[in-house]
């Protein structure tokens, strides 16, 4: 599992680069960890030009929204303003099962709050709501 933590008035994008290092997915077979996922899904935070072009130089397809003022500096520039890039919208919809594991996730008033005030604890806490809800999940 790779949690990065950064502090309250950091944006998530700047840690992105980290978060894409600690992926580590198991192979069902004998081998190393896969270390690139198949695609990234974010919301329109992630849609930045340095993030598509780490994304596009590792391989990794992507299906982030482009925020609105993006699309007008491509409107406003016309045909020198590039290709806006490609977004699936059916694809996108399964960012939905991130977003409830948040909503999970901060049902716990300790991980909502914030109330450990060293980053460690605050991480080990967050492993532990991370367990609980794993170990509640019905077997499907």
Not at 1 to 11: F, G, K
Not at 13 to 37: S, W
Not at 52 to 65: D, E, K, V, Y
Request: proline content about 6%.
């Amino acid at each position: 599992m790779s949690i990065v933590l950064t502090p309250r008035n950091t944006h998530d994008a700047t840690a992105f680069g980290q978060v894409l290092d600690g992926i580590r997915v198991p192979r069902a077979a004998i081998g190393r960890p896969r270390t690139t996922p198949n695609r990234a899904l974010g919301d329109k935070a992630y849609s930045s030009r340095e993030i598509r072009r780490l994304l596009r130089r590792r391989g990794i397809a992507t299906t982030l929204p482009e925020r609105r003022d993006q699309v007008a500096n491509h409107k406003r520039r016309g045909t020198r303003g590039g290709r806006p890039p490609a977004f699936d919208q059916v694809v996108y919809r399964d960012r939905n099962v991130v977003e409830r594991c948040f909503a999970r996730l901060k049902q716990f008033r300790a991980i909502a709050t914030r109330f450990d005030k060293l980053a460690v604890r605050y991480r080990a806490g967050i492993v532990l709501a991370s367990l609980i809800l794993w170990l509640r999940e019905p077997a499907r």
